[in-house]
Protein backbone atom coordinates (compact mmCIF):
# COMPACT_ATOMS: atom_id res chain seq x y z
CA UNK A 1 0.00 0.00 0.00
CA UNK A 2 1.56 3.06 -0.84
CA UNK A 3 0.07 6.50 -0.71
CA UNK A 4 1.82 9.87 -1.99
CA UNK A 5 0.28 13.07 -1.41
CA UNK A 6 1.75 16.44 -3.35
CA UNK A 7 0.56 19.92 -2.26
CA UNK A 8 1.99 21.77 -5.59
CA UNK A 9 0.72 25.47 -6.06
CA UNK A 10 -0.28 26.07 -8.90
CA UNK A 11 0.34 28.94 -11.32
CA UNK A 12 -0.89 32.42 -11.18
CA UNK A 13 -4.40 32.46 -13.50
CA UNK A 14 -3.66 33.76 -16.98
CA UNK A 15 -5.77 37.01 -17.90
CA UNK A 16 -9.00 36.12 -17.31
CA UNK A 17 -11.08 34.91 -20.73
CA UNK A 18 -14.28 33.52 -21.57
CA UNK A 19 -14.33 30.29 -23.24
CA UNK A 20 -16.75 28.82 -25.10
CA UNK A 21 -18.20 25.90 -24.80
CA UNK A 22 -15.94 23.50 -26.46
CA UNK A 23 -12.60 25.13 -25.65
CA UNK A 24 -9.52 23.17 -25.40
CA UNK A 25 -7.26 22.53 -22.62
CA UNK A 26 -4.10 23.60 -23.01
CA UNK A 27 -2.05 21.37 -25.06
CA UNK A 28 -4.74 19.28 -26.07
CA UNK A 29 -6.49 18.19 -29.08
CA UNK A 30 -9.57 19.49 -30.14
CA UNK A 31 -12.57 18.74 -29.45
CA UNK A 32 -13.80 15.88 -31.91
CA UNK A 33 -17.52 14.06 -32.61
CA UNK A 34 -18.28 11.01 -31.10
CA UNK A 35 -17.53 7.40 -33.26
CA UNK A 36 -20.62 6.15 -32.12
CA UNK A 37 -23.24 7.05 -29.54
CA UNK A 38 -24.17 3.47 -27.75
CA UNK A 39 -27.64 2.61 -26.44
CA UNK A 40 -27.06 1.86 -22.88
CA UNK A 41 -30.27 0.15 -22.23
CA UNK A 42 -31.47 -0.96 -25.38
CA UNK A 43 -34.82 0.47 -24.94
CA UNK A 44 -35.13 -1.44 -21.58
CA UNK A 45 -34.50 0.91 -18.77
CA UNK A 46 -34.51 -0.60 -15.37
CA UNK A 47 -36.73 1.04 -12.73
CA UNK A 48 -37.89 4.14 -15.19
CA UNK A 49 -41.21 5.63 -15.62
CA UNK A 50 -43.15 8.34 -17.49
CA UNK A 51 -39.88 8.01 -20.30
CA UNK A 52 -40.32 7.38 -23.80
CA UNK A 53 -37.41 4.78 -24.41
CA UNK A 54 -36.91 4.28 -27.46
CA UNK A 55 -35.43 7.54 -28.14
CA UNK A 56 -31.97 8.69 -26.87
CA UNK A 57 -31.49 12.26 -25.39
CA UNK A 58 -30.09 14.14 -27.69
CA UNK A 59 -26.64 16.01 -26.36
CA UNK A 60 -24.47 18.00 -28.03
CA UNK A 61 -20.98 17.82 -28.05
CA UNK A 62 -20.50 21.97 -27.48
CA UNK A 63 -22.90 21.19 -24.70
CA UNK A 64 -22.05 23.73 -21.89
CA UNK A 65 -24.98 22.02 -19.20
CA UNK A 66 -26.49 18.69 -20.51
CA UNK A 67 -30.26 18.56 -18.44
CA UNK A 68 -32.73 16.23 -18.02
CA UNK A 69 -31.37 13.40 -19.21
CA UNK A 70 -34.04 10.27 -19.02
CA UNK A 71 -32.47 7.58 -21.57
CA UNK A 72 -28.71 6.99 -21.29
CA UNK A 73 -25.98 6.89 -23.62
CA UNK A 74 -22.85 6.40 -23.95
CA UNK A 75 -20.53 8.35 -26.16
CA UNK A 76 -17.44 6.33 -27.67
CA UNK A 77 -13.93 8.12 -29.03
CA UNK A 78 -11.61 5.53 -29.93
CA UNK A 79 -8.01 5.82 -29.46
CA UNK A 80 -6.75 5.80 -33.01
CA UNK A 81 -3.02 6.54 -32.79
CA UNK A 82 -1.14 4.44 -30.40
CA UNK A 83 -3.94 2.26 -28.76
CA UNK A 84 -3.07 0.74 -25.43
CA UNK A 85 -5.97 -1.67 -24.66
CA UNK A 86 -7.20 0.24 -22.17
CA UNK A 87 -10.57 1.93 -21.80
CA UNK A 88 -12.79 4.33 -19.35
CA UNK A 89 -15.95 5.27 -18.78
CA UNK A 90 -15.97 8.82 -18.22
CA UNK A 91 -18.61 10.58 -15.77
CA UNK A 92 -18.86 14.37 -16.22
CA UNK A 93 -20.15 16.39 -13.02
CA UNK A 94 -22.86 19.04 -12.64
CA UNK A 95 -24.33 18.19 -8.82
CA UNK A 96 -26.80 15.39 -10.51
CA UNK A 97 -28.60 18.06 -11.93
CA UNK A 98 -27.32 17.69 -15.68
CA UNK A 99 -23.97 17.00 -17.22
CA UNK A 100 -20.78 19.33 -17.27
CA UNK A 101 -20.24 17.34 -20.71
CA UNK A 102 -18.33 19.89 -23.11
CA UNK A 103 -15.55 20.26 -20.15
CA UNK A 104 -15.74 17.41 -18.21
CA UNK A 105 -16.69 15.44 -20.77
CA UNK A 106 -15.61 15.95 -24.97
CA UNK A 107 -12.88 17.05 -23.61
CA UNK A 108 -11.63 14.96 -21.39
CA UNK A 109 -11.84 11.62 -23.56
CA UNK A 110 -9.46 13.83 -26.41
CA UNK A 111 -6.83 14.23 -23.64
CA UNK A 112 -7.18 10.60 -22.77
CA UNK A 113 -7.14 9.44 -26.94
CA UNK A 114 -3.99 11.67 -26.68
CA UNK A 115 -2.30 8.82 -24.34
CA UNK A 116 -3.58 5.97 -26.31
CA UNK A 117 -6.62 5.74 -24.00
CA UNK A 118 -10.11 4.67 -25.35
CA UNK A 119 -12.87 6.95 -24.16
CA UNK A 120 -16.79 6.16 -23.16
CA UNK A 121 -18.28 9.23 -22.32
CA UNK A 122 -21.28 7.95 -19.99
CA UNK A 123 -24.69 10.02 -20.50
CA UNK A 124 -26.42 9.05 -17.03
CA UNK A 125 -29.61 9.63 -15.65
CA UNK A 126 -30.38 12.73 -13.71
CA UNK A 127 -31.67 11.11 -10.56
CA UNK A 128 -35.82 12.24 -10.35
CA UNK A 129 -38.54 10.98 -8.70
CA UNK A 130 -41.14 11.64 -11.92
CA UNK A 131 -39.00 9.34 -14.03
CA UNK A 132 -37.66 6.51 -12.43
CA UNK A 133 -38.59 4.42 -9.28
CA UNK A 134 -35.33 4.82 -7.20
CA UNK A 135 -33.98 7.63 -7.71
CA UNK A 136 -30.97 7.08 -6.05
CA UNK A 137 -30.11 4.30 -7.79
CA UNK A 138 -30.66 5.64 -11.14
CA UNK A 139 -27.15 6.51 -11.83
CA UNK A 140 -25.42 3.54 -10.33
CA UNK A 141 -27.34 1.52 -12.62
CA UNK A 142 -26.37 3.42 -15.93
CA UNK A 143 -22.07 3.18 -14.36
CA UNK A 144 -22.45 -0.48 -13.81
CA UNK A 145 -23.98 -1.01 -17.27
CA UNK A 146 -21.20 1.14 -18.53
CA UNK A 147 -18.58 -0.84 -17.46
CA UNK A 148 -20.62 -4.32 -18.15
CA UNK A 149 -21.01 -3.02 -21.81
CA UNK A 150 -17.29 -2.26 -22.26
CA UNK A 151 -16.13 -5.32 -20.79
CA UNK A 152 -18.41 -7.36 -22.97
CA UNK A 153 -17.63 -5.94 -25.56
CA UNK A 154 -13.86 -5.22 -25.12
CA UNK A 155 -12.60 -7.62 -28.67
CA UNK A 156 -15.46 -5.70 -30.77
CA UNK A 157 -13.09 -1.98 -29.60
CA UNK A 158 -9.71 -3.50 -29.36
CA UNK A 159 -10.16 -3.24 -25.47
CA UNK A 160 -8.23 -5.57 -22.77
CA UNK A 161 -11.45 -6.73 -20.39
CA UNK A 162 -9.31 -6.26 -17.51
CA UNK A 163 -7.96 -2.50 -18.10
CA UNK A 164 -11.46 -0.70 -18.14
CA UNK A 165 -11.61 2.76 -15.34
CA UNK A 166 -13.85 4.97 -14.39
CA UNK A 167 -12.76 8.96 -14.28
CA UNK A 168 -15.25 11.43 -12.38
CA UNK A 169 -15.56 14.93 -12.08
CA UNK A 170 -17.78 16.74 -9.53
CA UNK A 171 -20.74 14.77 -9.09
CA UNK A 172 -19.33 12.32 -11.95
CA UNK A 173 -16.84 12.20 -9.38
CA UNK A 174 -18.96 10.53 -7.09
CA UNK A 175 -20.54 8.59 -8.86
CA UNK A 176 -17.17 7.14 -10.11
CA UNK A 177 -16.41 6.34 -6.04
CA UNK A 178 -20.15 4.53 -5.99
CA UNK A 179 -19.59 2.56 -8.84
CA UNK A 180 -15.95 1.75 -7.31
CA UNK A 181 -17.51 0.56 -4.04
CA UNK A 182 -20.86 -0.43 -4.96
CA UNK A 183 -19.77 -2.68 -8.33
CA UNK A 184 -21.55 -6.11 -6.56
CA UNK A 185 -24.70 -4.26 -5.60
CA UNK A 186 -27.83 -5.69 -7.48
CA UNK A 187 -29.23 -2.62 -8.29
CA UNK A 188 -30.75 -4.46 -11.68
CA UNK A 189 -30.86 -7.61 -13.29
CA UNK A 190 -28.19 -7.84 -15.80
CA UNK A 191 -28.87 -9.60 -18.82
CA UNK A 192 -24.84 -11.38 -18.68
CA UNK A 193 -22.42 -12.28 -16.13
CA UNK A 194 -19.70 -9.50 -16.61
CA UNK A 195 -18.21 -7.99 -13.55
CA UNK A 196 -19.61 -4.31 -12.82
CA UNK A 197 -15.76 -3.71 -10.83
CA UNK A 198 -13.49 -0.80 -12.31
CA UNK A 199 -10.26 -2.16 -12.69
CA UNK A 200 -8.91 1.83 -11.79
CA UNK A 201 -10.30 4.82 -10.95
CA UNK A 202 -9.50 8.58 -11.29
CA UNK A 203 -11.60 10.78 -8.95
CA UNK A 204 -10.71 15.04 -9.83
CA UNK A 205 -12.39 17.29 -7.51
CA UNK A 206 -14.78 14.36 -6.39
CA UNK A 207 -17.89 14.61 -4.04
CA UNK A 208 -16.98 11.82 -1.85
CA UNK A 209 -19.56 12.12 1.15
CA UNK A 210 -22.80 12.52 1.59
CA UNK A 211 -22.77 13.75 5.51
CA UNK A 212 -24.26 17.55 5.16
CA UNK A 213 -21.08 19.19 6.76
CA UNK A 214 -18.87 17.80 3.90
CA UNK A 215 -20.38 17.45 0.97
CA UNK A 216 -22.17 19.59 -1.72
CA UNK A 217 -25.59 20.60 -1.03
CA UNK A 218 -26.54 20.52 -4.47
CA UNK A 219 -25.42 16.64 -5.12
CA UNK A 220 -26.65 15.31 -1.93
CA UNK A 221 -30.00 16.49 -2.39
CA UNK A 222 -30.38 15.80 -5.97
CA UNK A 223 -29.24 12.39 -5.00
CA UNK A 224 -31.10 10.91 -2.31
CA UNK A 225 -33.04 14.17 -0.91
CA UNK A 226 -32.75 16.59 1.80
CA UNK A 227 -34.51 14.34 4.29
CA UNK A 228 -32.42 11.20 3.53
CA UNK A 229 -32.23 8.95 6.91
CA UNK A 230 -28.41 8.15 8.55
CA UNK A 231 -28.53 4.94 6.71
CA UNK A 232 -28.86 6.47 3.17
CA UNK A 233 -26.62 9.33 3.68
CA UNK A 234 -24.60 6.20 4.72
CA UNK A 235 -24.79 4.08 2.08
CA UNK A 236 -24.11 6.97 -0.21
CA UNK A 237 -20.69 8.06 1.68
CA UNK A 238 -18.04 6.61 -0.25
CA UNK A 239 -15.48 7.45 2.57
CA UNK A 240 -17.54 4.78 5.10
CA UNK A 241 -17.87 2.15 2.08
CA UNK A 242 -14.25 1.14 0.91
CA UNK A 243 -13.24 -2.51 0.61
CA UNK A 244 -10.03 -4.42 0.23
CA UNK A 245 -11.59 -4.69 -3.30
CA UNK A 246 -12.40 -1.32 -4.04
CA UNK A 247 -9.86 -0.87 -7.01
CA UNK A 248 -6.52 1.40 -7.20
CA UNK A 249 -7.34 5.05 -7.45
CA UNK A 250 -5.84 8.48 -8.77
CA UNK A 251 -7.77 11.48 -6.63
CA UNK A 252 -6.85 15.06 -7.43
CA UNK A 253 -8.17 18.42 -5.56
CA UNK A 254 -7.34 22.31 -4.85
CA UNK A 255 -7.18 23.14 -1.42
CA UNK A 256 -9.40 26.42 -2.10
CA UNK A 257 -12.36 24.86 -3.80
CA UNK A 258 -14.92 26.59 -2.24
CA UNK A 259 -17.76 24.31 -3.34
CA UNK A 260 -16.28 20.73 -2.44
CA UNK A 261 -13.84 20.72 0.06
CA UNK A 262 -10.98 19.12 -0.39
CA UNK A 263 -11.51 16.94 2.65
CA UNK A 264 -13.37 14.80 0.34
CA UNK A 265 -10.69 13.23 -1.34
CA UNK A 266 -8.35 13.10 1.93
CA UNK A 267 -10.72 11.14 3.31
CA UNK A 268 -11.54 8.44 0.93
CA UNK A 269 -7.79 8.31 0.52
CA UNK A 270 -7.52 7.73 4.26
CA UNK A 271 -9.93 5.28 3.58
CA UNK A 272 -8.51 3.13 0.84
CA UNK A 273 -5.32 3.48 3.10
CA UNK A 274 -6.94 1.56 5.56
CA UNK A 275 -8.25 -1.00 3.81
CA UNK A 276 -4.51 -1.48 1.99
CA UNK A 277 -5.94 0.19 -1.33
CA UNK A 278 -3.11 1.37 -3.53
CA UNK A 279 -4.19 5.34 -4.27
CA UNK A 280 -2.24 8.47 -4.81
CA UNK A 281 -3.52 12.00 -3.58
CA UNK A 282 -2.68 15.23 -5.52
CA UNK A 283 -3.86 18.34 -3.83
CA UNK A 284 -3.04 21.44 -4.78
CA UNK A 285 -2.87 25.34 -3.24
CA UNK A 286 -4.96 26.91 -6.15
CA UNK A 287 -7.46 25.35 -8.77
CA UNK A 288 -11.09 26.60 -7.29
CA UNK A 289 -13.61 23.56 -8.52
CA UNK A 290 -12.78 22.87 -11.81
CA UNK A 291 -8.96 22.37 -11.28
CA UNK A 292 -8.61 25.24 -14.47
CA UNK A 293 -11.07 23.78 -16.43
CA UNK A 294 -13.26 26.98 -17.01
CA UNK A 295 -9.96 28.89 -17.23
CA UNK A 296 -6.74 28.33 -18.88
CA UNK A 297 -4.73 28.09 -16.05
CA UNK A 298 -1.83 25.52 -15.52
CA UNK A 299 -3.49 23.39 -12.87
CA UNK A 300 -5.29 21.46 -15.66
CA UNK A 301 -2.33 20.57 -17.24
CA UNK A 302 -0.52 19.83 -13.90
CA UNK A 303 -3.04 16.63 -13.13
CA UNK A 304 -3.24 15.58 -16.40
CA UNK A 305 0.47 15.34 -16.16
CA UNK A 306 0.64 13.31 -12.70
CA UNK A 307 -2.64 11.55 -13.86
CA UNK A 308 -0.93 10.58 -17.24
CA UNK A 309 2.34 9.18 -15.30
CA UNK A 310 0.23 7.15 -12.52
CA UNK A 311 -1.63 5.36 -15.26
CA UNK A 312 1.69 4.51 -17.00
CA UNK A 313 3.27 3.57 -13.74
CA UNK A 314 0.19 1.40 -13.18
CA UNK A 315 0.46 -0.47 -16.62
CA UNK A 316 -2.68 1.15 -17.82
CA UNK A 317 -0.88 3.10 -20.32
CA UNK A 318 2.73 3.44 -22.30
Not at 65 to 83: G, T
Not at 114 to 135: C, H, Q, T, W
Not at 293 to 314: G, S, V, Y
Request: aromatic share 10%; proline share 6%; charged share 20%.
Amino acid sequence: MKTTILSAMAAICLTAATQTANAQFPGQPAPKEPQKIIDLWNGKIPGAKNVDASKLDEVSTKSFFARDIKVPSIAYYPADENPTGTAVVVCPGGSYAGLSYAFEGVNQAAWLNSIGISAFVLRYRMPKDEFMEKRCDGPLQDAQQAIRYVRSHAAEYGINPDHIGIVGFSAGGHLASVASTHFNDEVYKPAENVSARPDFAVLVYPVITMEPSYSEKGTRESLIGPDADQALIDRFSSEKQVTNETPTTFLAHAMNDKLVPYTNSVNYANALREKGVECELHLYARGDHGLGARNPIETQAFWHDACEKWLRMNGWTK
